[in-house]
């Protein structure tokens, strides 16, 4: 309402300012000597026409090169519009130009016609643009529309050289014909008629791009007014008339750089913030949620190493809240949590922060603190605070928590660890029937385990331990199998099969992942190569990157190396990526650019677990977004996850990239992306990693049966 007043406010400026500034111009053209006239008007109106024909032109570039794959028919036929118009206004500037070095210093019946020409195609132009209905288009060939643009000036401009004498001349002597002001006062008829369609469409839609668009047409009628008003060649109504052109010629400028450049910035403003809060914070509690809990950890964690601090987390769980649950209903419920969450938040000290975790968990975290004494203190104070009885729907509640501790640098060393640990003291607390339980570690034995496990991972690669299993990829409206992802496994000869959520971040801090990704791709690359000679249809291999790997100086002669001695095509390998390795935007952006030139496709792994910019994600040189696992797992029951999935695959389409999506467990899950136009999907609804050999069984030697 308030733009719109705004908006209001300001079309009536321009419509009374138009008003007096056209009272005022005839006052002092009735009053001002023929001296001022004649010394003045050549300067003016080679500036005011020079200006009109840059004016146009710039129009033309900006509806033209701004947000190029998002156009609409309006703009498409904007940018042919002032093309043309400019083009009329250039060769109408220039011929006055020529009069004025033949000391005539006044219009000629040529300069004129072009003047006549570029207003009624104007007006007629923004007359149909404005009547016809809004839609998207397909980006048509920039040098067709140019060349055909410019041809249909040149064939006007030719028949007004040649044919115009067909037809009554504009001039009279040196007064103006009455041709010319027939013409302008058609121009100026259908400047009202696009005014008042502006009107009524900017009254109906509220579109705030129209309003600019709409005080140009009113600068345009007055200009014809003045026009339509002329005299003779040299009657100061003519400079008026150009004035007003090149000031609605700046308004329509204003609105066209409004529409194509602030609306989208702000949607997309808008859009990245509603994603990021989704994504950052509890649907019940609207308290940052456990991602944002993990990002603040390790920015805490990093701060306390260099200040020599501990970090304190405690998470914490209401007692019997499924008694709660069951016996209020869910809705009653989530009243509860929110009361809870809001105590916590309102008793929080400096350097604490509250987090919900989901369901009836939240977590505390604390860095203003010395000694742990001083964090138990702290932790039982809190537990005081439900003392209180809680007040849901004018009853009493009255509520018991159980707090685990962990803290850092003793209780983990990344911010996933020290949640965990937490967790696990909460459980253990309960399980023990006591409210407050610190973890309880055995830091020396980790570290030894830890290093045996480095010990022989160093060795694993040597000595053939590794293999790879491959995952389907589905196309989810034919059900086919359109790729495979490939996983590293890793068969330990005393442990048995070792978690790659254990030893690959190993391999990452230790350096090893460089060897070890090295020869997953080119694993992966053989086998891929293997089936396609073996006659199978070509199916594309999906192979991780890790981030030491993305940054390493030799990936590119590396990967080369590898499709060489494979013989693998590039098209038939796809690289994954996770959103942090782009946080060095023009280091990522230049190496992702040379793995597309090799041929390669490139998606982004993990998406919306991030913190990335949606600014550089349009101007990333990838081909998919791959859903993380964690929106999908909960798509049916919550709907945060659901709005998530949703927007990131429509953002997708509109950036013209394909989408997959990770951890589909069920048919109602593949449903629901399916209904959401995602492309591909994966998990173990379709199939759990499965080795080569029962891969190339079950779904490459009858490939065109469905999966699922």
């Known amino acids: ?76 036929l904007m940018t042919t519009l002032f093309l043309v118009v400019g083009l009329f206004e250039l060769v109408h500037i220039v011929s006055f130009a020529e009069e004025i070095s033949q000391q005539a210093m006044m219009e000629s019946n040529f300069s004129l016609i072009m003047t006549t020409m570029g207003s009624l195609i104007c007006s007629a132009g923004l007359l149909f643009i404005y009547t016809v209905k809004e839609k998207q288009v397909a980006l048509p060939r920039k040098f067709l529309l140019f060349s055909a643009t410019l041809g249909s000036f040149l064939i006007l401009y030719i028949l007004a050289i040649q044919e115009w004498s067909l037809m009554p001349k504009m001039l009279e002597g040196q007064k103006l014909g009455e041709l010319f002001t027939i013409m302008h006062g058609v121009a100026g008829l259908m400047y009202v008629f696009s005014a008042l369609i502006l009107y009524v469409e900017w009254r109906k839609s509220g579109d705030f791009n129209l309003p600019p668009i709409l005080c140009g047409v009113l600068c345009f009628m007055l200009g014809q007014g003045f026009l339509v008003l002329s005299d003779t060649v040299v009657d100061l109504n003519l400079l008026f008339g150009m004035l007003s052109n090149c000031l609605g010629y700046f308004f329509i400028q204003k609105g066209l750089y409004s529409s194509v450049v602030d609306t989208p910035f702000l949607q997309q403003q808008v859009a990245e913030a509603k994603m990021n809060y989704i994504a950052h914070h509890d649907d019940v509690t609207s308290l940052p949620n456990r991602r944002r809990l993990t990002q603040k950890l390790k920015v805490m964690m990093n701060e306390a190493v260099v200040e020599e601090k501990l970090v304190g987390v405690l998470v914490l769980n209401i007692n019997r809240f499924k008694t709660i649950n069951d016996s209020l209903g869910q809705q009653a419920a989530n009243r509860v949590l929110h009361q809870v969450g809001q105590r916590l938040s309102h008793s929080a000290l400096p350097g604490e922060e509250v987090f919900g975790l989901g369901r009836d968990e939240f977590a505390v975290t604390m860095t203003d603190f010395y000694g742990t004494d001083t964090a138990v203190c702290r932790t039982r104070s809190i537990l005081q605070l439900f003392e209180k009885p809680v007040m849901v729907d004018g009853n009493e509640y009255h509520l018991t928590l159980g707090i685990g501790m962990a803290i850092f640098p003793y209780d983990g060393k990344s911010p996933e660890e020290m949640i965990q640990n937490a967790d696990t003291a ?62 590293v496994r890793w068969q330990h000869p005393q442990r048995g099969s070792v978690s790659p959520a254990e030893f690959i971040p190993l391999a990452e801090e230790s350096g090893l992942i460089v060897p070890l990704g090295e020869w997953v791709l080119r694993e992966a690359c053989a086998q891929n190569k293997r089936w396609q000679e073996a006659g199978y249809r070509k199916l594309c291999v999906s192979v991780n990157l890790s981030m030491r790997q993305f940054r390493h100086s030799h990936l590119l002669d590396s990967i080369n190396n590898i499709l060489k001695e494979t013989g693998l095509e590039p098209a038939w390998l796809e690289l994954e990526i996770t959103e942090s390795m782009t946080f060095d935007k023009d280091r990522a952006f230049e190496q992702l650019r040379k793995i597309k030139e090799i041929g390669v496709h490139i998606s982004i792994d993990d998406f919306g677990t991030g913190y990335s910019s949606l600014h550089y994600l349009k101007d990333l040189p990838i081909d998919r977004l791959k859903i993380d696992r964690s929106f999908v797992n909960e798509i049916m029951e919550d709907s945060n996850n659901a709005a998530i999935v949703s927007t990131i695959t429509s953002m997708a389409h509109h950036l013209q990239l394909k989408v997959t999506a990770e951890g589909v467990e069920n048919e109602d899950q593949m449903l629901f992306l399916r209904n ?23 779904f490459l030697r009858d490939i065109d049966t469905t999966a699922g």
Not at 678 to 698: D, L, M, R, W
């Open 676 to 698: 959401q136009h995602c492309h591909e999907a994966q998990g173990y609804f379709f199939s759990k990693p499965i080795e080569a050999a029962v891969f190339e069984k079950k």
């Open 426 to 487: 909460l459980h253990s607390a309960k399980e023990q029937g006591i409210e407050l339980n610190r973890y309880a570690h055995a830091m020396q034995m980790k570290a030894q385990e830890r290093l045996q496990l480095e010990n022989d991972l160093r060795k694993a690669l040597a000595r053939g331990q590794f293999y790879l299993v491959y995952q389907p990829q589905v196309n989810l409206q034919s059900g086919l199998v359109v790729g495979m992802e490939a996983l």
């Open 1 to 76: 309402m308030k733009f719109k007043m705004q908006h209001q406010s300001q079309i009536g400026w321009v419509a009374a300012g138009g008003l007096l500034f056209f009272l005022v111009s005839q006052w002092f053209r009735s009053s001002s000597s023929s001296d001022l006239i004649i010394s003045g008007y050549p300067v003016l109106t080679l500036l005011g026409g020079f200006s009109a024909a840059a004016a146009c032109l710039g129009i033309y570039n900006q509806s033209w090169l701004f947000q190029a794959q998002k156009l609409t028919l309006r703009r498409v």
